[in-house]
Each structure stands twice: as C-alpha cells, then as structure tokens.
C-alpha cells in the first residue's frame, strides 16, 4: 500500500517561492507518473505539472516558468519548487503517484498567497 504525504505549503505574499514536498511511503512500480495538481474553492481539481518516470515534463500553461516539477526516485519523493507566487495560486495542492495498476492521492497541503 502506497501512502503520500505532503508538506511545504503555507502563507506566502505575491511574488515570493514556496517548495512542496510529496513523499511515498511503499514501493512505487514502473512506469510511473509523479504529478501535483491543485483546487481552489469552488473550483475544479486541476493538473499543474507532472513527470514521468520516463524522464518526461509538463506544465499547465498557468505556471509555465514559475513552478519547477522534480522528483527524487531513491526516496520516492516529488518536489514541486513554486517561484513568482501569485494571489490565483492560492488552492489546496494535491500529490498524485500513478501506476499501470492505480492511482494515490495525497491528502493535500493549503497553499495562500497574499497580495
């Protein structure tokens, strides 16, 4: 059974960096894909980067040149480093880890950004 737990989230004002940290707990197959998404109030759950175990990246749109996706296989961890913070980043982040046979989610992390 995988478990994930995040941390790194909090209060930060525009403008100001953040880093999220998702770590799985378990043993992890491959291929695999490691993703963060988020959701604001009101709002639907939304994907904002992933990698592959294949070495592949992606990017919403939304946070293209401002988040940075990375992952540590030896410690079954993904990092998600959030720069350029803007007050509509504000949403709860969700860790996601998906295997060939399912899906795990984290239990989330509030991110708020003041403006």
């Known amino acids: 059974q995988v478990q994930l737990v995040e941390s790194g989230g909090g209060l930060v004002q525009a403008g100001g960096s953040l880093r999220l940290s998702c770590a799985a707990s378990?043993?992890?197959?491959?291929?695999?894909?490691m993703a963060w998404y988020r959701e604001a109030p009101g709002k639907q759950r939304d994907l904002v980067a992933l990698?592959?175990?294949?070495?592949?990246?992606n990017y919403a749109d939304s946070v293209k040149g401002r988040f940075t996706i990375s992952r540590d296989n030896a410690k079954n961890t993904v990092y998600l480093q959030m720069d350029g913070l803007k007050p509509e980043d504000t949403a709860e982040y969700y860790c996601?880890?998906?295997?060939?046979?399912?899906?795990?989610w984290g239990q989330g992390t509030q991110v708020t950004v003041s403006s």
């Open positions: 378990g043993t992890i197959s491959s291929p695999n894909v």
């Open positions: 996601q880890v998906t295997t060939s046979s399912r899906a795990y």
């Open positions: 990698s592959s175990s294949f070495g592949s990246l």
